[in-house]
Nanobody
Framework: QVQLVESGGGLVQAGDSLRLSCAAS????????LGWFRQAPGKEREFVAA????????YYADSVKGRFTISRDNAKNTVYLQMNGLKPEDTAVYYC??????????????????WGQGTQVTVSS
C-alpha cells in the first residue's frame, strides 16, 4: 500500500515556474512507477510524466517535453515535477500516482493503483 500526498500547486502567470512534490508514505519498491497526471475542467485525465522509482528512464507527454522535468528523491520518498515555461493550457488539477511496475502502458491512468488527492495549478495569461 502506498499513500501519496501532492503539494506545490498555485496560481502563476504564463512563463513562470512551479515545482510540485509528491510525498509517498511507505517505501515504494524499486520496480514501482511514479507518474504525474492532470485533469482540466471538462477534459479527461491525461498523462504528464513518469519515472521508475528505482531510477533510470523518464517518460513525458509531448505537450510538456522540454518544459517539465520529473525526478525523485529516494531518501525523502518524494517525486517532483519541475514545471518551467508554464502556459495557460497547463491549468489543471495535477495528480501523483503509483503503479507496481512500469510497462509500455505507462501513459494510461488505469495502470496506476494508488493516487493522491491532487493539487491545483492555475496559469494566467
Amino acid at each position: 500500500q502506498v499513500q501519496l500526498v501532492e503539494s506545490g500547486g498555485g496560481l502563476v502567470q504564463a512563463g513562470d515556474s512551479l515545482r510540485l512534490s509528491c510525498a509517498a508514505s511507505g517505501r515504494p519498491a524499486s520496480t514501482y512507477a511514479l507518474g504525474w497526471f492532470r485533469q482540466a475542467p471538462g477534459k479527461e485525465r491525461e498523462f504528464v510524466a513518469a519515472i521508475r522509482w528505482g531510477g533510470g528512464t523518464t517518460y513525458y507527454a509531448d505537450s510538456v517535453k522540454g518544459r517539465f522535468t520529473i525526478s525523485r528523491d529516494n531518501a525523502k520518498n518524494t517525486v517532483y515535477l519541475q514545471m518551467n515555461g508554464l502556459k495557460p493550457e497547463d491549468t489543471a488539477v495535477y495528480y501523483c500516482a503509483a503503479a507496481p511496475t512500469i510497462t509500455s502502458l505507462y501513459h494510461r491512468s488505469s495502470e496506476y493503483d494508488f493516487w493522491g488527492q491532487g493539487t491545483q495549478v492555475t496559469v494566467s495569461s
